[in-house]
């Protein structure tokens, strides 16, 4: 049991290891199958001599760091304002939905609003006498602030559930007691007090989101600059280029991005130093901050703006795939069609079947997978009585290297060894890469329950003699369903959202409704993009729907479990 957390951990992040290795050779003129006999710095001379390579190198840079500052500020001001109030009990419970939609919808819904020809300029064209949309580049602006918009919409859900997983073990009430009774207000005693016990435990899940930022695809694809557009687009287009030879000058524009997430990730951990020796300088200064009422008024805005910018996005996608003719300024459709539904019906039903195979294959996999580790972790490490157990430092790290390192640089790594070792896409390639990704959302959202539940319900069924695998079946398993099946609905989510790893595996022959989603983007009907990304985003909420539903149906006799 000592042995298997790590065997699991090491096995993900095993391909991360392989797929640099696909990377490196190739980038210093290594590769037998294309010709490269001998080591050379002629990719890196060629990269260097990319056009406008410095203007997507600083897009990438920019948008990991102000993304990952503006996401993390959000969510640490929100539950220093509201923690403890009803108002984030609520918010919890509205996570999920939220994390049901994938990154390229959200990206979609969010052009949709904020386009010249977007809901908010149709809603401002009264007051302003606007009769045509207005010309200005919004979406796809060359200082990328649509791009970075569209990650921090996204990205504060996913932080506010990582921080609500770590509240509790923060102890937040009684520190905040303390800080209370020395005159400190609700949001300097927070920040004080209990905010980096929190960070703490929710560092790895922040890199991973600068990381993400610093090195995403498909939102970039969708919302940001084009000329010259961010370095991993750029090496997207390199990676496939008909000429076989840009292979060497794609692995050397992976380890530059590999180099600038890092960078981006050595910064972040300057500014974290940074903002703990001002808190400590503040804290040491006696700044109590009891007057901060305002301060609290305003530090909901982030998440509500968040929240409404998805949710409106959604109402726009749905709007535009029934609309018939929609001339600006008109705020809604004059007249409503199922035209391009039926339309799309046509060549849907292969991507839709790829991915619901693929995604709930790699969902259910990864969920027995996480249990096994964290009953492994849970059983093997000795701790003091009332203690609750967590992932050692050594298991998590392995677990979230995925997710740090960028998908773009190893996935490459990847390709490229299937190609060597002649592997044919398939829909169990695809899984297996999937898998790489999916397990530590699924990690993330189970261990927290999971150590959490009390170990005496298991030592009374020892007592009466049942055995350990007959505890775990018939006590913590059922008495866990409730988390079990939104970690499910986390993986589900996040394997449907996956667009690198599904195209340069799937090297296009399995197609998914995300690959297809994003590929219109380059299109101008907005009609098929809304069905597209619709699509996308029902597929998991229907799981999260399930996930909510089937623990009030599975104990519908029993009241006390119904929310478990």
Do not use: N
Not at 291 to 311: C, E, I, K
Not at 349 to 374: K, S
Not at 487 to 516: C, D, K, M, N, W
């Amino acid at each position: 049991m000592r042995l298997l957390p790590f065997a699991i951990a090491s096995l993900l992040a095993l391909p991360v290891a392989v797929g640099l290795t696909g990377v490196v050779l190739p980038a210093f003129g290594y590769l037998p199958a294309l010709g490269g006999e001998t080591l050379s710095l002629a990719p890196f001379r060629a990269l260097l001599a990319q056009p406008s390579l410095l203007t997507s190198l600083a897009l990438s840079l920019t948008a990991g760091l102000v993304t990952t500052l503006i996401s993390v500020l959000a969510v640490a001001l929100f539950l220093a304002a509201f923690s403890g109030t009803r108002l984030l009990a609520r918010t919890r419970r509205v996570l999920g939905p939220l994390l049901a939609i994938p990154h390229a919808a959200a990206a979609f819904g969010l052009a949709f609003l904020i386009a010249p020809s977007g809901l908010f300029f149709r809603l401002a064209a009264g007051p302003l006498g606007l009769d045509a949309p207005p010309d200005l580049l919004i979406v796809g602006d060359p200082f990328a602030l649509s791009l970075m918009a569209g990650l921090i919409v996204k990205e504060i859900p996913f932080l506010l559930l990582v921080a609500f997983a770590a509240l509790p073990q923060a102890d937040p009430a009684r520190r905040l007691m303390v800080a209370r009774s020395l005159g400190y207000g609700r949001v300097a005693g927070f920040l004080f007090a209990v905010w980096p016990a929190v960070y703490r435990q929710i560092r790895l899940p922040v890199l991973a989101v600068a990381a993400y930022a610093s090195s995403v695809v498909d939102v970039a694809l969708i919302l940001g600059p084009s000329v010259p557009p961010p370095l991993a687009v750029r090496l997207l287009t390199w990676m496939g280029d008909p000429d076989l030879s840009m292979r060497f000058l794609a692995s050397a524009g992976a380890l530059c991005q590999l180099a600038v997430t890092a960078l981006v990730l050595l910064l972040w951990i300057m500014l974290e130093r940074a903002g703990r020796r001002l808190c400590e300088t503040a804290a040491q200064g006696g700044k109590r901050l009891s007057r901060d009422r305002a301060a609290r008024s305003l530090a909901g805005l982030p998440v509500l703006t968040s929240t409404l910018a998805l949710t409106l996005g959604l109402l726009m996608l749905g709007l535009w795939s029934f609309a018939g003719f929609w001339r600006f300024p008109d705020i809604l459709p004059p007249s409503l069609s199922v035209r391009s539904w039926e339309r799309a019906m046509g060549r849907i039903d292969e991507p839709l079947l790829t991915t619901f195979i693929v995604a709930i294959a790699a969902a259910v996999i990864a969920l027995i997978l996480v249990a096994a580790m964290l009953e492994g972790v849970r059983l093997s490490r000795p701790r003091l009585a009332g203690e609750r157990p967590v992932l050692p430092a050594l298991i998590a790290g392995l677990l979230y290297l995925p997710l740090i390192v960028p998908q773009i640089a190893f996935v490459f790594g990847l390709q490229i060894f299937a190609l060597v070792l002649d592997l044919e896409p398939s829909p169990g390639l695809l899984i297996a890469v999937h898998l790489i990704f999916v397990v530590p959302y699924v990690a993330l959202a189970l261990a927290g329950p999971w150590f959490a539940l009390d170990p005496r319900f298991e030592a009374v069924a020892a007592s009466l003699g049942h055995r350990r695998i007959a505890a775990l079946s018939r006590i913590r398993l059922p008495m866990l369903l409730g988390p079990i099946l939104t970690a499910l609905a986390i993986g589900f989510a996040v394997s449907v959202g996956q667009y690198l790893p599904t195209l340069l595996i799937g090297a296009g022959r399995l197609p998914t409704i995300t690959t297809e989603a994003v590929a219109l983007a380059s299109g101008g009907d907005r009609r098929v993009i809304g069905v597209y990304a619709l699509l996308q985003t029902l597929l998991p909420a229907l799981v999260f729907l399930m996930a909510t539903l089937l623990p009030g149906l599975a104990f519908r006799k029993r009241r006390a479990m119904r929310g478990a």
